[in-house]
Antibody, heavy 122, light 107 residues
Framework: QVQLQESGPGLVKPSQTLSLTCTVS??????????WNWIRQPAGKGLEWIGR???????NFNPSLKSRVTISVDTSKNQFSLKLNSVTAADTAIYYC??????????????WGQGTMVTVSS | DIQMTQSPSTLSASVGDRVTITCRAS??????LAWYQQKPGKAPNLLIY???KLETGVPSRFSGSGSGTEFTLTISSLQPDDFATYYC?????????FGQGTRLEIK
């Protein structure tokens, strides 16, 4: 049974880069038609999709965040990562990783990590 | 960009009630819509995909319908475990968009 686990610093200073990793266990990150996603949720607010990566390395991003986001995959470690640069307090949120399984990403998020809280503050 | 609008934002109901949540897309999205349930402190949980397909393990009291621009999530008989926040989500080959959420609370 595939599981996802986010990890990374819980506190990031303004203007710096937020870096998170999602570790995939119970299955190979590079098998099947899987797309690996990042989603975030500010406290008490709704869900915002950040972007995704296919195991080939192709990516898609939320247009509102595209200029600040990098998503990469490390198949040797069965992990994928998020970098969000030039962060501000508005980037404070719970960050989730999640999986989509389906051709051309035409599928819903079937597996989620438990989420990790990231606070942007000096 | 496609916008997803849920209504109502908050819904008060009692155990045993039949409830419906609506999600409207700013343009036609065919059937590329999912519904999630989220409880406090937890990640969202997939209920419905492709507008009307019930995810494995989800109780049959949940159902989804719609296509094009208007979609509904129906809970046929509310159970105590169903009080949570529900999100619709559009997905396509290029992007993902969530609705703003509907909080289902006990009347």
């Amino acid at each position: 049974q595939v599981q996802l686990q986010e990890s990374g610093p819980g506190l990031v200073k303004p203007s710096q880069t937020l870096s998170l990793t999602c570790t995939v266990s119970g299955g190979s990150i590079s098998s099947g038609d899987h797309y690996w996603n990042w989603i975030r949720q500010p406290a008490g607010k709704g869900l915002e999709w950040i972007g995704r990566i296919y195991t080939s390395g192709s990516t898609n991003f939320n247009p509102s965040l595209k200029s600040r986001v990098t998503i990469s995959v490390d198949t040797s470690k069965n992990q994928f990562s998020l970098k969000l640069n030039s962060v501000t307090a508005a980037d404070t949120a719970i960050y989730y990783c999640a999986r989509v399984t389906g051709l051309y990403a035409l599928a819903a998020f079937d597996i989620w990590g438990q989420g990790t809280m990231v606070t942007v503050s000096s | 960009d496609i916008q997803m609008t849920q209504s109502p934002s908050t819904l008060s109901a009692s155990v045993g009630d039949r409830v419906t949540i609506t999600c409207r897309a700013s343009q036609s999205i065919s059937v590329w819509l999912a519904w999630y349930q989220q409880k406090p402190g937890k990640a969202p949980n997939l209920l419905i995909y492709k507008a009307s397909k019930l995810e494995t393990g989800v109780p049959s009291r949940f159902s989804g319908s719609g296509s094009g621009t208007e979609f509904t999530l129906t809970i046929s008989s509310l159970q105590p475990d169903d009080f949570a926040t529900y999100y619709c989500q559009h997905y396509n080959t290029y992007s993902v968009t969530f609705g703003q959420g509907t909080r289902l609370e006990i009347k």
